[in-house]
C-alpha cells in the first residue's frame, strides 16, 4: 500500500470551530489532493497542490483552505466549519498528476454539528 | 460547463456476463483518462490509465477504450463476479486537478 496516511479518521466539531485535516505521505510524491465525498455528489476537489507552498482551488474550495509546507504534509483547514461541511474527506497523492495513478488515504469522516 | 456523467443508475447484472459502464465528458481536452474501484467506506483504488491515442487497453479481465472524438470512455468487465461489486469512477486530468465522476454502482448476482 502507499505511504499514505490521513489524521484524524473521525472528528466530531462543533459549528463555527476551526478544523485542520492532515494528509501525510512518505511516497515524496509531488502532487497532492483533497477531495470530499457526499450521497450523489461523488468526489468533489476542493483544493490540490503541486509542490510545496504551490497550491490550487478546485470545484468545491469555499469554506477551506490548505496549505503544504513540507512536501510530505499537506492540511486542509476548515475556517469556521458548518454543517454543511459534513462529509468524508479524502487525500490522493499522484507523482505526475493527471499522468499517473492516484493513492487514496482512508478518509476522514467529519460531523459538524 | 464542464462535467463529466457516469451512469447515475446502479447496474445490476449477473455472474458471468460483461459489464458496460460509460464514462462521457464535456468542454474537457484530456489525454488521459482513469478508472478506479471503490468499496463502501474505502478510498478508491486505481485500475486503469488509457491514452487518448491509445483508444484501448487491457488488463485481466478489464477493457476500457478511449473515443476523443465521442467524448466518452466505456469501462468493461467481461466474466464478471459478486467479487466485481463495486462503485467505479472515472476521472480525467486539467492541469494538474484531478477530476472525478460520480461513480456507477455495479452489482453482480451469482
Known amino acids: 500500500d502507499a505511504g499514505i496516511t490521513q489524521s484524524p479518521r473521525h472528528k466530531v466539531t462543533e459549528t463555527g470551530t476551526p478544523v485542520t485535516l492532515r494528509c501525510h505521505q512518505t511516497?515524496?510524491?509531488?502532487?497532492m489532493y483533497w477531495y470530499r465525498q457526499d450521497p450523489g455528489h461523488g468526489l468533489r476537489l476542493i483544493h490540490y497542490?503541486?509542490?510545496?507552498?504551490?497550491?490550487d482551488k478546485g470545484e468545491v474550495s469555499d469554506g477551506y483552505s490548505v496549505s503544504r509546507s513540507k512536501t510530505e504534509d499537506f492540511l486542509l483547514t476548515l475556517e469556521s466549519a458548518t454543517s454543511s461541511q459534513t462529509s468524508v474527506y479524502f487525500c490522493?497523492?499522484?507523482?505526475?498528476?493527471?499522468?499517473?495513478?492516484?493513492?487514496f488515504g482512508q478518509g476522514t469522516r467529519l460531523t459538524v454539528v | 460547463s464542464q462535467k463529466i456523467e457516469q451512469n447515475s443508475e446502479a447496474l445490476n447484472i449477473q455472474e458471468g456476463k460483461t459489464a458496460t459502464l460509460t464514462c462521457n465528458y464535456t468542454n474537457y481536452s484530456p489525454a488521459y483518462l482513469q478508472w478506479y474501484r471503490q468499496d463502501p467506506g474505502r478510498g478508491p483504488v486505481f485500475l486503469l490509465l488509457?491514452?487518448?491515442?491509445?483508444k484501448e487497453k487491457r488488463k485481466e479481465r478489464l477493457k476500457v477504450t478511449f473515443d476523443t472524438t465521442l467524448k466518452q470512455s466505456l469501462f468493461h468487465i467481461t466474466a464478471s463476479q459478486p467479487a466485481d461489486s463495486a462503485t467505479y469512477l472515472c476521472a480525467l486530468g486539467q492541469g494538474g486537478k484531478l477530476i472525478f465522476g460520480q461513480g456507477t454502482e455495479l452489482s453482480v448476482k451469482p
Open positions: 488509457i491514452r487518448e491515442n491509445e
Open positions: 490522493a497523492i499522484s507523482d505526475q498528476g493527471e499522468y499517473t495513478e492516484a493513492f
Open positions: 497542490s503541486y509542490g510545496v507552498k504551490d497550491t
Open positions: 511516497e515524496n510524491h509531488r502532487y
